[in-house]
């Protein structure tokens, strides 16, 4: 109860209805664990938020980019709404030390996995929603999800964007090398190390090879930026 009343103050919004937040930190892992009634966890709930944000990350990049075609306004909803996204936006609520999880999701790393936090976050969108209407879950998104939004469009298209620069100016070959992986199969890291040109440029690690060549990529693009 703690917790639950401790995340409350971090969102800034108070729940009328406590047990719609208790089920949207609730993971499926500990409802099963602990024989909770069916649907006690947060699936229903990232149902309904998933839709609540979609609607209103539309409307918000509809408003603000008046000049964006549809096909562009699309692009830039998916790389907001994204599971890493979505997952970044939850380190500044500390969303993984509220969440309610198995054992077996406790042990292997479940509170820093980026599908349980944003499936979470996007519950916790839906219980507010139900909870306190339509006006206080768009709050809650436009002030801790839809933020920054030059920097997550970068990150989700990094390796478009880089090998757009560095063809534009003919920097050289890019590579991405396998350099390490570490972790149980269930939640094993990969490490990537990027060259251009034949020099290293970055590194990056995730929780697949794609992910880790992105996070290698988003880093080489700050670099070259901020030359």
Known sequence: ?????????????????GGLLVQALTHSSYANEKRMRRHSDNERLEFLGDAVLEIVTSEFL???????????LTKMRACLVCEPALAHCTDEL??????????????????????ILSDALEAVIGAIYLDGGFANAKEFILKFILTDIEHK???YD???????????????????????EKGPDHDKIFSVTLHI???????????????AEQAAAYRALLRLKNR
Do not use: C, W
């Open 94 to 115: 500390h969303l993984g030390d509220y969440l309610l999880l198995g054992r077996g999701e406790e042990h292997t790393g479940g509170r820093h996995r980026k599908s």
């Open 153 to 155: 469009q970068l990150f």
């Open 62 to 72: 509809y408003n603000q980019y008046p000049k964006l075609s549809e096909g562009q």
């Open 1 to 17: 109860m703690r917790k639950q009343l401790q995340f409350q103050e971090v969102i800034g919004y108070e729940f009328h209805q």
């Open 158 to 180: 990094s390796k478009t964007i880089l090998q757009e620069i560095v063809q534009g100016e003919d920097l050289g070959e890019i590579m991405y090398e396998l350099t390490g």
């Open 197 to 211: 040109g034949g020099k290293e440029s970055s590194r990056g690690e995730g929780h697949t090879k794609k992910a």
